[in-house]
């Protein structure tokens, strides 16, 4: 019969430095091993079908003398029942590392979940809403996270910083989480419950969104007031009254035209071409010039003289105007509109009194066209056709200075 091992205590334990294997009772079979580097670490001696194998417990200290024997009396009872305590833990290490093979965080789905989609999308613009709004608000928060482990918690966290203060861009964000996590539930990287649904879950956390924003449409001039407000504001001094003609006549952003610089005018080809970099759409857009917005540039250089610099229209310290300067205009002038809606006057011109195709002014307002729609006006003369249009514009624009 062996000899049954003396049972040291935790003391004893601790002085144990001499390299090999060390024998400290309370459990058959269970040693503390030391390295020559002094390491020490928990071994269980056991008999499994007929072989004696080791079974590593774990390092010491970290795990203590008690912890070691209860360890090592459930790996005895295991083998008692049958069960080899060494194939159970590495098919439990397969497991775990077949899982992390699998393991998908919240951007990593969301990228795959749009590149699925995107195909069926009309409008490019719309991947790039996705992302933006993904990348901005929801990424930061939970993108690193296993998407299998989001909760409502990790959602309401992502939402609750926007959804009074930008509560059109939250419930689209709401919506679009809520279909990543649906897609992923189905293809087996999460189960349960949608912790971004909204109907009897989100909606007892957050206000509906009618009760926390009134959407606000951009205040637009009528069509048929803008010859005599573009009559008046001809008679307003400054370079943001100057902006402002040149932002009519070309139906651009106000960004786009504070931004303008000298470089990006061709006048001999009569064309302005924006950088991709300062567009919406992060794509490059020429705007086809009529007579009168290149008369607006003509006067715009006239300045540079008393204030040279490279923008177009630039403020009086020499940088570009404020992005509220062209509505300071507006307000002086007494009207009830803002510099944006006259992209919404430009489209109401040419749907209601012209016979251009309602394609070819969404290529003038620089707005994506699905790709079909946009190779077949390319391979066409599109910029010759939007010139036409941009003429007629102006023409309109100034039929009330033809007619008194």
């Avoid at 964000?173 to 419950?193: K, M, N, Q, T, Y």
């Avoid at 949608?194 to 989100?202: D, E, I, M, S, V």
């Avoid at 729609?373 to 910029?383: C, F, K, N, P, Q």
């Amino acid at each position: 019969m062996p000899k049954k091992a003396k049972e040291l205590s935790a003391l004893e334990v601790s002085r144990l430095t001499k390299p090999g294997n060390h024998a400290v009772g309370g459990v058959s079979g269970l040693y503390l091993y030391v390295n020559e580097a002094q390491g020490r670490s928990w071994v269980l001696r056991v008999m499994i079908a007929g072989q004696r194998k080791h079974l590593g417990l774990g390092g010491y200290p970290s795990v203590t003398l008690a912890q070691a024997r209860e360890k090592a009396r459930a790996a005895r009872e295991q083998v008692v029942s049958g069960i080899d305590p060494i194939h159970e833990r590495k098919a439990a290490a397969s497991a775990l590392r077949a899982q992390q093979a699998t393991r998908r965080t919240f951007s990593e789905v969301a990228t795959a979940y749009i590149a699925f989609q995107e195909p069926a999308w009309k409008n490019a613009k719309h991947r790039g809403q996705w992302t933006s709004t993904l990348e901005t608000y929801a990424f930061p928060v939970i993108g690193q996270l296993s998407v299998d482990a989001i909760t409502e918690h990790h959602v309401i966290a992502v939402l609750e910083q926007i959804w009074t203060t930008k509560s059109e861009t939250a419930s689209r964000l709401r919506g679009r989480i809520e279909s990543i996590l649906d897609w992923a539930r189905v293809r087996g990287h999460r189960e349960g419950e949608n912790p971004a649904r909204w109907k009897g879950h989100l909606d007892k956390v957050f206000p509906a969104q009618s009760q926390v924003h009134q959407v606000r449409h951009f205040q637009a001039m009528s069509v048929a007031d803008t010859p005599k407000f573009l009559a008046r504001l001809a008679m307003q001094d400054g370079t943001g009254a100057l902006a402002l003609r040149f932002l009519i006549l070309t139906a651009a952003r106000s960004g786009e035209v504070r931004g303008a610089e000298w470089t990006e005018i061709d006048f001999e080809q009569a064309i302005w071409t924006i950088p991709a970099s300062r567009m919406k759409a992060k794509r490059q857009h020429r705007v086809p010039l009529s007579d009168p917005a290149l008369q607006v540039l003509r006067e715009a250089r006239d300045r540079l003289v008393a204030r040279p610099t490279s923008l177009v229209f630039s403020s009086i310290k020499g940088g570009a105007l404020s992005d509220m300067s062209l509505t300071a205009v507006m307000r002086r002038m007494d009207v009830d509109a803002v510099p944006h809606g006259f992209r919404s006057t430009f489209r109401d011109w040419v749907g209601e009194y012209t016979q251009y195709p309602s394609d070819l002014a969404e290529m003038a307002l620089a707005h994506v066209l699905p790709n079909k729609t946009e190779a077949a006006y390319r391979r066409g003369d599109a910029l010759e056709k939007r010139r036409g249009m941009m003429d007629a514009w102006a023409t309109h624009c100034l039929s009330a200075e033809a007619h008194g």
